[in-house]
Every structure is written in structure tokens, then in C-alpha cells.
């Protein structure tokens, strides 16, 4: 996006979403583990994404593939709700909640 995107704050918002990241992902995003974003005005979790991409690049990348899918072993929930199991992209996502990333931890 031209001029810069959304500006994330760390601070409390009840009208922005709370992202949290795992210490792996914290340097995409500063240093922190968690940001607040602007509630996205597509409401959904797509919106949201949208908005990290502008904001922190670096972490849209490793949360979406090329084609816009969440990747693989990254699971992400809203308010503790696992999206694959709910509508995905299109779950609903409004100020005041938590979306939460999470990687997958593959070994034997």
C-alpha cells in the first residue's frame, strides 16, 4: 500500500484485534509477541491478514502462501476458535478479540 500501511500499536484497544504471535515469529513483528491491529473493515479474518501484510510484511509472508491460503503448519484461532474449522478466511473478526498464531511442531 502506497504511504505506508495500518500503524499497529502494543498498547490496550478494545477496538482493534490483539495479534498474537509465537516467540519464533516475535521479530516479524518487533520484538513482541503480541500487537494490536486496527479492526479490519472487511471483518473477517482476510481483512485481518490484509492488514498484517501492510503493517509487518515479513509476518504475512509466513502466515500465507502466494495464492492468499493460510500455510500448511501455521493454525490460527479467533477468540480460541480454530478457523480451518470454522469459515476459515471469511471468520468473522471485530475489535476487541483475539486472534492467536500458532505453529505446528512437526518431528518424530
Aim: net charge neutral.
Amino acid at each position: 500500500m502506497p504511504g505506508g500501511g495500518p500503524a499497529a500499536t502494543t498498547g490496550p484497544d478494545r477496538d482493534g484485534v490483539r495479534l498474537r504471535v509465537p516467540r519464533a515469529l516475535a521479530g516479524d513483528v518487533g520484538g513482541g509477541r503480541e500487537v494490536v491491529l486496527p479492526a479490519p473493515a472487511g471483518g473477517d479474518l482476510r481483512a485481518l491478514l490484509g492488514e498484517v501484510d501492510a503493517a509487518h510484511p515479513a509476518l504475512g509472508r509466513r502466515l500465507r502462501d502466494e495464492t492468499g491460503r493460510l500455510r500448511r503448519f501455521v493454525n490460527v484461532y479467533v477468540d480460541g476458535v480454530d478457523v480451518r474449522r470454522d469459515d476459515g478466511l471469511a471468520t468473522p473478526v471485530r475489535g476487541g478479540q483475539t486472534v492467536e498464531v500458532i505453529q505446528s511442531v512437526a518431528g518424530g
